[in-house]
């Protein structure tokens, strides 16, 4: 039986779009938006911005500057917008941008996103991640109405962003894997076509000649990669086109460790080590992360050895009746073994 898709009515992806946003909102009748920034953000962006709302009669209505992603706040946040406002705004990084769309979703109001950078797929998810009585979760949400990503902002922020959306793209080969394994073996189903469409979204730039993450051609392939991530989970009905046992063990480091890293780097070196336990295509993804710049990035910034097998041990219970690779009886010896041998984990990733 088919169902309806949700995915975005407004994609715009390129130089300047940014400067255009008061035209896209008008297009489609959107005169009265609530804009949430990250902070700092708004600075980066007002003289683009403002004038193409000035330009197009969009009234500002409510502004929030996002520092942090209490649920809570976000629900009393929600109910502050005023009567009559048609869209919602997030300009930023990953805080303002799930804030403001678990706003959305509570108002059933137009999303869209306007990420400032790449630092992983939640920018067009159908899920939001916040904090829920003190602990980082995916909270369902809707999936963005709209996704403008100005290529020229992008290319300026930082490069932990850049290697954080990188672990996130290439963690999609252990995710997959996992999936169909559950699949194999009985324990749910799997959607052909949010596999075929998250498949898709690693090969843009996966499978790339240019991996100069500098060049703007490489930061659009990835925005790109990432938007069909999004959509492969609206597609699915869950994150699993995404996330697996890499995204397990990034769980458990937030979990454990003190001060966690950015995201999408605990989930790259999680997905190198999954891909060995997988037998899956390790060698490519060593030489994605290591052409791309990412394992050189991570060396300056080493995840604690310790933390990293404590995460191990909680990672298969992050999540309930979820098999992946990790729900091997062996899987935790296996790991062990590899975290004590292989050559790029103890040099480039962990702390001793």
């Known amino acids: 039986m088919s169902k309806a898709i949700n995915i975005p009515s407004l994609l715009k992806i390129g130089s300047g779009k940014i400067a255009k946003i008061g035209k896209y909102l008008s297009d489609r009748n959107f005169v009265k938006a609530a804009i949430f920034f990250s902070d700092g953000i708004e600075n980066i962006v007002a003289d683009k911005l403002y004038p193409s709302l000035e330009k197009f009669s969009i009234e500002i209505v409510h502004k929030d500057i996002i520092s942090d992603i209490n649920i809570e706040n976000a629900i009393h946040t929600a109910f502050k917008i005023p009567s009559g406002t048609n869209v919602l705004l997030g300009i930023g990084g990953g805080k303002a941008l799930d804030y403001s769309k678990y706003c959305a979703h509570i108002l059933k109001l137009p999303f869209i996103s306007v990420p400032t950078s790449v630092s992983n797929d939640g920018f067009c998810s159908p899920n ?17 109405y709209g996704v403008v990503a100005d290529i020229d902002v992008i290319s300026n922020a930082p490069l932990i962003s850049l290697c954080s959306g990188i672990g996130d793209t290439i963690s999609k080969i252990t995710a997959l894997w996992d999936w169909k394994q559950a699949f194999i073996k009985g324990f749910e189903d799997f959607n052909d076509f949010a596999g075929l469409m998250s498949h898709n979204s690693l090969d843009i730039i996966y499978e790339s000649k240019n991996l100069d993450i500098n060049d703007k051609e490489f930061k659009y392939k990835m925005v790109n990669s990432l938007v069909l991530s999004g959509i492969a989970m609206e597609i699915a009905g869950s994150s699993r086109p995404a996330s697996g046992s890499e995204h397990l063990i990034s769980h458990a480091l937030d979990a454990v460790t003190k001060n966690p890293k950015m995201h999408g780097l605990q989930v790259g070196v999680a997905t190198y080590l999954c891909s060995l336990l997988q037998n899956n295509n390790s060698e490519d993804v060593k030489n994605f992360l290591l052409k791309t710049g990412f394992f050189d990035f991570i060396k300056t910034s080493l995840i604690n050895k310790n933390d990293f097998i404590e995460a191990l041990k ?32 103890s040099t480039y990733c962990l702390s001793y």
């Not at 939001?128 to 963005?144: E, N, Q, T």
């Not at 999540?319 to 009886?329: A, D, F, H, I, P």
């Open 128 to 144: 939001a991640s916040l904090l829920v009585a003190g602990k980082r979760k995916s909270v369902k949400s809707a999936i963005p």
């Open 314 to 345: 909680v990672a298969p219970s992050i999540k309930q009746n979820y098999y992946t690779v990790l729900s091997e009886k062996d899987s935790f010896e296996k790991a062990l073994h590899f975290i004590n041998t292989d050559e790029i984990l």
